[in-house]
């Protein structure tokens, strides 16, 4: 039960960890690694692991009756203990198409009535809250359930075991958590997470200035599993070419943005291994991993996944459309037809040379964004800066414009109530990450600024470097 309110409360614990020496930012970085890795490899998780590893050879059949019996099971529950579908049709799950007698729901709608959808079935100290910033910008606090956690952990597994990893070995992570204060300017940029043998580097501290601080410190752990967001592991291993070098790894690990052909084969140059990627949110609907063939599996036991064009009728074959997903395991916040904002399509053709009969699907819009490079060298990727939107509940959009060499305005597109006080935490703090080098304003706009394509970047670069 810590986990909630560990989470509740990780904003003022952030203050507290910035003023702490690098040591002391270990040993509670551990403290947490220790709890969390509780949830992790939990008896329940690893029994949960070895039936998602049996349905490895499940035949399509079996995945079209599993699925069938759990979104009878999802809406069954979500009507009866959550007060947003209370006024739902009691449908009867036959087939897919009966599905399609509900609503789709998008992330706006969530979004506006969230405390509708929590579930009365989980009390409120039961829940764990994490904000998530998805593809449109606004911000929506999910809950979710310790058992969910460790569920989401053994799939996290499985997909590691495709890549013949084991569940404890030693990782680096390059992820959002600011594990570094954000003014420190000498190494380390680095904690440790010591039950986890776990690596924890900063996202907001590359540059080339830091690199052979970086690339030091991932020589003496190489060989282990590398994980981190695209965007960031392709900096660094431009940062590491650069310098002529390689880094081996046992193998690379994925996840938060889209992984483009060009950074997973920069990525994998620079760490001489297979790059598996994943697609999944802080919503906790759905998932896709990639296996060892190189293809992107819907996990089947996780969420349903239709994919839909702008009338919300299935696209043909394999067009793209919007993700719309039911999500089977989280019990504190189902979510029913939810359109999330991101894109893909359907991989068709001969089975998957792994065997598996998990479909095949591919995410090609999520949010897409330039890079920050700073007049000074440091560079930021759209996952770093992402991290600073957590916060802010109010703004449906929020772009950071790099408009002079100097100056990043950020851009916000207002919600409701206190939008602008959110807007300018998030410019004092961007302000106090990119230093007195960097001028940050702030300004309220009405649309955002959206690409031929209709991308909505996190990050639009108009200076010429
Ligand atoms: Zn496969």
């Known amino acids: 039960m810590l986990e909630p309110l560990m989470r509740a409360n990780i904003g003022r614990l952030q203050t507290v960890y910035d003023r702490l020496p690098s040591p002391a930012r270990t040993l509670i970085t551990s403290a947490r690694g220790w709890f969390l890795s509780r949830i992790r490899y939990a008896p329940e998780t690893f029994s949960f692991l070895e039936q998602l590893r049996a349905h490895e050879t499940w035949t399509p059949e079996d995945i079209a009756s599993f699925q069938i019996h759990a979104l009878q099971e999802t809406i069954s529950h979500a009507r009866a203990a959550v007060p947003y579908y209370a006024d739902y049709p009691q449908t009867q799950i036959r087939n897919f198409e009966s599905l ?12 506006e ?6 579930s009365r079935d989980i009390l409120p100290h039961q829940r764990i809250v994490a904000g998530t ?8 606090k999910v809950a979710y359930t310790e058992k969910l956690a460790r569920e989401n952990w053994a799939f996290l597994l499985r997909q590691r075991a495709w890549a013949g990893v084991n569940p404890r070995q030693p990782r680096i992570t390059f992820l959002g958590a600011r594990v570094v204060p954000t003014t420190r300017s000498t190494p380390p940029y680095w904690t440790y997470n010591l039950p986890e043998c776990q ?4 996202i907001f501290h590359l540059s080339e200035n830091t690199a052979p601080h970086y690339i030091k410190c991932l020589r003496e752990h190489q060989g282990v599993v590398l994980e981190g967001f695209p965007s960031v592991l ?34 994998e140059s620079a760490f001489l291994a297979h790059t598996f990627d994943s697609y999944g949110m802080t919503e906790y609907c759905g998932l896709i991993q990639q296996c060892e063939e190189g293809e992107m599996h819907l996990a089947p036991e ?3 996944l239709e994919i839909l064009d702008e009338n919300n009728d299935p696209v043909a074959g394999d067009a793209e459309g919007y993700f719309v997903w039911t999500g089977f395991l989280n019990r504190a916040m189902p979510l029913l037809r939810y359109r999330i904002g991101d894109r893909g399509r359907w991989k068709l053709g001969p089975p998957c040379q792994c ?19 700073c007049a000074d060298g440091r560079i930021f990727s759209p996952r770093a800066l992402n991290q600073y939107l957590k916060a802010a509940t109010s703004l449906r959009f929020c772009q950071f414009v790099h408009d002079r060499s100097e100056r990043v305005v950020v851009r916000a597109v207002a919600g409701n109530g206190r939008a602008a006080q959110e807007m300018m935490n998030i ?39």
């Not at 910033?133 to 929506?140: C, D, E, I, K, V």
């Not at 690596?199 to 900063?202: E, G, H, K």
């Open 199 to 202: 690596v924890l580097f900063s």
């Open 302 to 304: 996780y969420g349903f």
């Open 355 to 373: 065997g598996r009969a998990f479909p095949r699907v591919t995410p090609t819009i999520t949010r897409e964004s330039e890079i920050l490079r």
């Open 427 to 465: 410019r004092e703090e961007l302000q106090h990450l990119l230093g007195a080098s960097m001028r940050v304003t702030a300004e309220i706009a009405t649309e955002p600024l959206v690409f031929p394509g209709g991308k909505t970047p996190l990050i639009v670069n108009r200076v010429t470097q």
């Open 133 to 140: 910033t998805g593809t449109t910008g606004g911000n929506l």
């Open 234 to 267: 392709s900096i660094l291993a431009d940062l590491i070419l650069s310098h002529g070098q390689t880094i081996p790894m046992r193998a690379v690990f994925t996840t938060g943005e889209p992984l483009y052909s060009a950074a997973r084969d920069k990525i």
């Open 100 to 111: 399609r007698l509900l609503p789709v729901i998008t992330r706006e709608r969530v979004r």
């Open 113 to 118: 009535n969230r405390e509708h959808f929590l």
